[in-house]
């Protein structure tokens, strides 16, 4: 059983997918934020870098798009070209585009520059595939592909056709509109969240999809019977609290940006963020279930391969992934970790992939990622500790004050009677250890003084006014 929560407010678009009373996919868009992906451009080739094969391409929405180039691929500066948006941008960073465009339907992907025919690999029926190629192939333009998406297999070839019909049409009219004016300029916008999630979330495991937006109702409601979807129930929730309060997924939600994820039997995960990788620590915890530390050790594994499937749908995290598994010495546990990991990950549109187990347990793993993650959306680096996750302790700071009492006396720069202020943890911790010591030092009285308005590591020192 499957529900789909939405919430649309002025300032942002919710969406929850709720999988056996667990949370399964958590999305959230931002009004007025940057939501790129999707996006088709006609856009100004800017530069061209032959050191790393790329093009910077000037789309008019401040930062330059970074093209990756084929191998004999050439560009020149000022050429025109159509690019779609592929990745946010991030950070610096400008968005990833590419020349390859396609148009996501509910049962095909029209790709306008491509040349085959491909299907998901989740239609495993030979006929089946065999039928759904012909049917698309007899619709298709000349000189077009498509990719028949896992939902056709339960679609009419009236509602594949309509659906091939209208993004044909998109792409007439974009094709014509990039022939209008000049310069770089949009062509082409995504759909929001509510109607996305449509397109790539409804299925026929879906029960019903509670929204607490009356239009959006309305939409969502027209189009479930435009795609022949009656069968699920949609709903129109009218209270007053907020719609994920009121349904009890605010704990699910807030848990997200946990760095310690605790399993059922004991075991927990450590999610650890670099700029390269993200990283998962599996540790067995208290976990009390086994007779002795190899059925442990496996026990853990298994839950904690289920919930890192989970955990990174739930926090979109994409790139590279590896998780350190609790040592396992039999290959055939270990492939009973993989397997399971892969068929967890079967379900997730952006398409992880598991590359493999190491000698030491260390699982590396793949995954798109396209949009601003929800870590990006949701936090700003800490002014504090600038992202790293720490700060200097109290001690640190004191042994850097007194470094620095020396070199100002040795050049005779301060007076025997000096004001220092500090952070207020740093002063309560130096209150109790550090100001005897140094007054006895450099035979001077200190007054010190908590300044919450300063960083855990920057201390001033001032001579105190007579």
Known sequence: MKTIYVSVRPEETRMGLVEDERLRDYA??????????????????????????AAFVDLNI????????????????????????????????????????????RYIVLEPYGRKISLSRKITCKSMRERLRNMVALLLPAGMGAVIRTAAAQASEEEIRNDLEQLIRNWEILERRSKMGRGPQLLYRELDLSIRMLRDYVTDEITSIIVDDENTYHTVNELLHDMGLDQVKIILYRGEEDLFTFYGLDESIESISDRIVQLPGGGYLVFDYTEAMTVIDVNSGRYAKGSDREETSLATNREAAVEIARQLRLR??????????????????????????????????????????THLNLVEMTRMKARRNLFGMLYATCPMCQGS???????????EIRRRLRALYARQSLSRSL?????????????????????????CTIKLTSDPALAAGVFTILNQPV
């Open 316 to 357: 979109d995290i994409g790139g590279i992934i590896v998780a350190d598994f609790i040592d396992m010495d039999r290959a055939e546990e270990q492939e009973e970790i993989l397997t399971l990991l892969r068929q967890q990950f079967a379900s997730d549109k952006m398409k992880p992939k598991v590359m493999g187990m």
């Open 62 to 105: 401040g930062k330059n798009g970074f093209l990756t180039l084929k191998k004999d691929e050439k560009l020149t500066e000022g050429q025109m070209l159509l690019v779609q948006v592929v990745k946010d941008c991030r950070g610096n960073k400008g968005p990833g585009i590419t020349r390859a465009i396609t148009f996501p339907g």
């Open 419 to 443: 004001v220092i202020s500090v952070h207020p943890l740093v002063y309560e911790w130096m209150g109790v250890h550090g100001v005897k010591e140094m007054e006895k030092e450099f035979n």
């Open 389 to 399: 996750g720490r700060v200097e302790a109290p001690e640190t700071v004191y042994v």
């Open 28 to 53: 959230v868009e931002r009004h007025g934020a940057d939501n790129l992906v999707g996006n088709v451009y006609r856009g100004r080739v800017a530069n061209v870098v032959p050191g790393i094969q």
